[in-house]
């Protein structure tokens, strides 16, 4: 799955997108540039402490760095056109005052910045809803099939919706709905996460930062803060040197940590983990995934023979130390092809294979 960053020009989209993934963007290029973030998680660092692995292997999230979205790029529709091909978007608002970057609207307006983009993917939408429309209500008196009928009354819905400039993501859809939807890419029926970028002077208070400049989260929608400043300094220290700098703002884990969780959490993915003297690994799947499909995410070959799964919560793992006293307390358990695996699980999978 892929999440593109998105953004004015001078907001430190890519300079956060470099920050993440390592990838160097060189300035002033008008193109698309593609990266893998690492997903931070104290828990799998933790049972790598234990087990002292030879190879420790994080979640990740596949990273689209999007051309910075302009006045003409957004009335030409190139810019909103390079948008289709992801499946969440990482919306990032200047909030910082600085004299020396110019701002594309003027002034500083977090809020109007996020408005005026909402207003653009509805618009976008609306446009490509009208051209369905039509289309269907041609098809529909030539042949009306019960297909066609089903999805001539979603886009009967869908169509006041956006007019009321209410983004597709806030429309109430059945399973078989959003199916049906899926194959258009709307932009406004896409996860957003709005990432506020703030001054080094507000860099202590990136908890209270997004409700403070009046932004509110909807269905499929996240806010998180950051300061782009204070990341690229941690960029360049150690662990105790970074823990060290954090500590001198108040703040317990970096914005990108944040940041790159949030966004895992926007896709509805959860982690699980398998653990042992080889590796320590976090595994990604759906929230809601059960056993059997949670081995297969391992090997195709272990759903397939899939026996039994052992489990343990993570934390129990770490107080206990091992699985064979975890096992004595009866807090190692068998669960069969249909548990729903958990956030922070730790799994092994039996098989015949």
Same mark, same amino acid.
């Given at each position: 799955?892929?999440?593109?960053?998105?953004?004015?020009?001078?907001?430190?989209?890519?300079?956060?997108?470099?920050?993440?993934?390592?990838?160097?963007?060189?300035?002033?290029?008008?193109?698309?540039?593609?990266?893998?973030?690492?997903?931070?998680?104290?828990?799998?660092?933790?049972?790598?402490?234990?087990?002292?692995?030879?190879?420790?292997?994080?979640?990740?999230?596949?990273?689209?760095?999007?051309?910075?979205?302009?006045?003409?790029?957004?009335?030409?529709?190139?810019?909103?056109?390079?948008?289709?091909?992801?499946?969440?978007?990482?919306?990032?608002?200047?909030?910082?005052?600085?004299?020396?970057?110019?701002?594309?609207?003027?002034?500083?307006?977090?809020?109007?910045?996020?408005?005026?983009?909402?207003?653009?993917?509805?618009? *976008?939408?609306?446009?490509?809803?009208?051209?369905?429309?039509?289309?269907?209500?041609?098809?529909?008196?030539?042949?009306?099939?019960?297909?066609?009928?089903?999805?001539? $009354?979603?886009?009967? =819905?869908?169509?006041?919706?956006?007019?009321?400039?209410?983004?597709?993501?806030?429309?109430?859809?059945?399973?078989?709905?959003?199916?049906?939807?899926?194959?258009?890419?709307?932009?406004?029926?896409?996860?957003?996460?709005?990432?506020?970028?703030?001054?080094?002077?507000?860099?202590?208070?990136?908890?209270?930062?997004?409700?403070?400049?009046?932004?509110?989260?909807?269905?499929?929608?996240? $806010?998180?803060?950051?300061?782009?400043?204070?990341?690229?300094?941690?960029? %360049?220290?150690?662990?105790?040197?970074?823990?060290?700098?954090? %500590?001198?703002?108040?703040?317990?884990? *970096?914005?990108?940590?944040?940041?790159?969780?949030?966004?895992?959490?926007?896709?509805?993915?959860?982690?699980?983990?398998?653990?042992?003297?080889?590796?320590?690994?976090?595994?990604?799947?759906?929230? %809601?995934? =059960?056993?059997?499909? $949670?081995?297969?995410?391992?090997?195709?070959?272990?759903?397939?023979?899939?026996?039994?799964?052992?489990?343990?919560?993570?934390?129990?793992?770490?107080?206990?130390?091992?699985?064979?006293?975890? =096992?004595?307390?009866?807090?190692?358990?068998?669960? %069969?092809?249909?548990?729903?695996?958990?956030?922070?699980?730790?799994?092994?999978?039996?098989? *015949?294979?």
């Amino acid at each position: 799955m892929k999440t593109g960053i998105i953004g004015l020009p001078q907001v430190g989209k890519t300079s956060l997108f470099t920050m993440l993934t390592g990838v160097e963007v060189t300035p002033g290029k008008r193109e698309d540039h593609l990266g893998i973030a690492r997903v931070p998680d104290q828990r799998l660092d933790q049972l790598g402490d234990l087990f002292h692995p030879r190879k420790l292997t994080h979640a990740t999230v596949e990273l689209v760095d999007v051309a910075s979205l302009t006045q003409e790029s957004l009335r030409d529709g190139s810019g909103i056109a390079a948008l289709r091909n992801v499946d969440a978007l990482i919306h990032v608002v200047r909030a910082f005052d600085d004299p020396s970057v110019p701002h594309m609207a003027g002034d500083v307006n977090p809020l109007r910045d996020i408005q005026n983009l909402e207003f653009d993917l509805v618009v *976008s939408d609306l446009g490509q809803v009208e051209k369905r429309l039509e289309r269907v209500e041609k098809d529909i008196k030539k042949q009306k099939t019960p297909a066609l009928v089903e999805e001539l $009354a979603l886009l009967q =819905r869908m169509k006041p919706h956006l007019e009321a400039e209410q983004p597709l993501r806030t429309l109430a859809l059945s399973v078989e709905e959003e199916k049906r939807m899926r194959g258009f890419q709307f932009l406004s029926q896409k996860p957003i996460l709005y990432a506020l970028n703030v001054g080094e002077d507000q860099a202590g208070q990136l908890e209270t930062a997004t409700d403070r400049a009046g932004i509110k989260t909807a269905p499929k929608t996240g $806010a998180v803060a950051i300061c782009a400043k204070v990341e690229a300094e941690l960029a %360049g220290l150690g662990d105790e040197e970074a823990a060290e700098f954090m %500590g001198s703002y108040g703040l317990k884990e *970096s914005g990108l940590a944040r940041l790159t969780r949030a966004a895992y959490a926007l896709l509805g993915v959860m982690s699980f983990f398998t653990a042992g003297e080889d590796e320590c690994r976090a595994w990604t799947v759906p929230v %809601g995934s =059960r056993a059997v499909e $949670a081995a297969g995410a391992i090997h195709t070959d272990l759903s397939k023979h899939f026996i039994r799964a052992e489990v343990i919560r993570w934390d129990q793992l770490l107080e206990l130390r091992t699985e064979a006293a975890a =096992r004595e307390k009866g807090l190692l358990r068998l669960e %069969g092809k249909d548990y729903i695996v958990q956030d922070g699980d730790v799994m092994h999978i039996r098989h *015949s294979g």
